[in-house]
């Protein structure tokens, strides 16, 4: 069931960021994704700005050590609406960037 929606949830996120300024970093395994936000703001700014206005939370790409701006991580193990739903607010706030 793991593995189904960790699937499920990867495909919907290399859909819903098509023709996004946001994208899917590459990835080998695993439940998480990284996806490279517009470096218009700082990573502290856009975990706060999806938690604080769009309720979508979010790790900085520097708790997994990645050297440059701007990365988030997203769970794969969300449930998939929600997950779906999240992935549509950050593709919202990296158009509107």
């Known amino acids: 069931q793991i593995l ?14 098509d023709s996004s300024p946001a994208h899917l970093l590459h990835t080998e395994g695993g439940w998480s994704a990284i996806i490279q936000v ?3 703001m700082s990573e502290e700014v856009w975990i706060s700005r999806l938690l604080d206005e769009h309720g979508v939370i979010t790790q900085p790409g520097y708790f997994f050590d990645m050297q440059t701006e ?6 794969l193990i969300t449930p998939p609406g929600d ?8 593709r919202q706030l990296a158009d509107d960037r």
């Open 4 to 17: 189904r929606r960790i699937e499920e949830n990867f495909r919907a996120l290399d859909r819903l960021l």
């Open 70 to 75: 701007a990365h988030l991580v997203v769970s």
């Open 83 to 90: 997950f779906i739903e999240g992935i549509r607010r950050i």
């Open 38 to 40: 517009p470096n218009t």
